[in-house]
């Protein structure tokens, strides 16, 4: 086991937890794939599991570094899941577990999808298999929903500063602006403030 895994987060860091070393290849590739398996919605809505797995769970990471991850995850390019499985993976097991972690992401829904394209058009149309779906939709707006508040609540969103997220919202959504503009002017605004406003408060 590599000695720079073997590493727990100092007692001066404010979420005070000890990360764990790295785990098995089969443990991370296990870990995703349930993740992957067991998630609707995909995107945000995975971030529940996805934190009481490597966060609560299994302790890879601390939640403030979660939540970086997060944020991360989204200004990159690909889908939301992997890009973190991959970032896990590396972090615990180099290439090869950012390989395995990225595989057991995708694996579930590729296969799912894969069946459900082979035989979709024979139930369709089936009444109780729309009112199945029609009953997922709602609890994914949920599940979307919580995590959203919850990164609200650690990003420290408060009166002050809640009018950024509020006319980020209102730019994509009223006015069309692309989304990769505004995660370009937040991360120089926020550069920006830690360089010259930080320091003089």
């Known amino acids: 086991m590599e000695q720079e895994n073997n590493i727990s987060v100092s007692s001066s860091s404010p979420e005070g937890v000890t990360v764990k070393p790295a785990s098995s290849m089969a443990v991370l590739f296990a870990t995703f794939f349930r993740i992957g ?18 966060v609560n769970k299994h302790k890879w ?5 979660f939540l970086d991850l997060i944020a991360i995850a989204q200004s990159c390019p690909g889908v939301f899941a992997i890009n973190i499985s991959t970032f896990i993976g590396y972090k615990k097991r180099k290439t090869a577990g950012a390989l395995c972690c990225a595989l057991g992401t995708a694996l579930p829904s590729f296969l799912i999808i894969l069946l459900i394209a082979m035989f979709f058009h024979n139930f369709q149309d089936v009444p ?14 949920a599940l979307i929903a919580v995590p959203t508040w919850n990164m609200a609540v650690r990003a420290k969103i408060t009166f002050i500063n809640c009018w950024i997220p509020f006319i980020t919202a209102i730019l994509i959504w009223a006015l069309g602006v692309n989304p990769i503009y505004i995660i370009l002017a937040a991360g120089i605004g926020g550069f920006l403030y ?8």
Do not use: H, N
């Open 194 to 201: 830690g360089q010259f406003i930080k320091p003089t408060e």
């Open 37 to 54: 398996l067991f998630t609707i919605g995909g995107g945000y809505a995975m971030i529940p599991l996805i934190e009481a797995e490597i």
């Open 61 to 65: 990471i601390g939640k403030t570094e």
């Open 128 to 141: 109780w298999v729309a009112s199945v779906f029609a009953g997922i939709r709602p609890a994914v707006v």
